[in-house]
């Protein structure tokens, strides 16, 4: 964070909260709220890969929410107590997105908002459309894989697959959706979100979708 001009505003247990763009204006803070968080998931990988047993049966993990938006920043608190930081619904968000990645087994979830000015230096993919809980309107989501240019090789040739693998679900062209995903899955047979589509898939080649039907993840948890 430090390195990208970010400011640690808490430890919340094995949480950090961290913001940009205040005290004083920074200039391409979402992109630099970007590069801090893929440079976090890569000192952790590297961390686990230096000092972990490979034997053990799980390693530890980050799951990451970035959001961008308008916030109160400042001094709060009593005359006793003062903290600076940032409160508002888009502090919100960002919390609720870090918890979202289990949903989709991902680890570095963006809004929208946020990856439309950060995807310039890193690399990503659309994640779908979810709508959190204590949220009425559906976001776009994306995962940050990578800084721009160092993506893993079957990833490079696999991402092309999967966004039109997406764009067939989202026209409800489920068969051809599968076809994608399962092209995906051969390069990076890991992939959860991937699993999860195909999983949607099958049951929508079976039964389809009812009226009315939308594109969206309906999240029940934070």
């Known amino acids: 964070m430090f390195a990208n001009n970010g400011v640690v505003d808490k430890y919340i ?14 200039k391409d803070h979402r992109r630099k ?16 890969k230096e000092f972990l047993d490979p034997s053990m049966p799980e390693t530890p993990t980050v799951r990451i929410g970035l959001n961008s938006g308008e916030v109160v920043v400042g001094n709060t608190g009593s005359a006793r107590k003062l ?3 940032v409160l508002g619904d888009d502090v919100n968000l960002a919390s ?33 459309a ?21 993506l893993p090789e079957n990833w490079a040739k696999g991402i092309p697959l999967y966004h039109e693998a997406i764009t067939h679900y989202e026209n409800k062209r489920f068969a051809d959706a599968l076809k994608g995903f399962e092209a995906f899955l051969k390069l990076v047979p890991d992939d959860k979100t991937a699993k999860l589509y ?8 079976v039964i389809e979708p009812p009226p009315g039907w939308e594109p969206v993840f309906n999240l029940t948890s934070k």
Request: charged share 25%; net charge negative.
């Open 198 to 205: 195909m999983n949607a898939c099958n049951d929508y080649v």
């Open 96 to 128: 609720r997105l870090e918890g979202a990645n289990k949903f989709f087994g991902s680890t570095l979830m963006a809004s929208e908002d946020t990856y439309s000015e950060g995807k310039d230096v890193v690399e990503g993919r659309l994640l779908g």
């Open 13 to 26: 247990g094995d949480c950090i909260m961290a913001f940009w763009n205040a005290p004083l204006d920074e």
């Open 33 to 48: 709220a970007c590069l801090a968080a893929v440079a976090c998931v890569k000192t952790i990988e590297r961390l686990n």
């Open 83 to 85: 903290a600076y930081t």
């Open 130 to 150: 979810v709508r959190v809980v204590g949220k009425a309107i559906p976001i776009k989501v994306y995962e940050l894989l990578a800084k721009k240019g160092e």
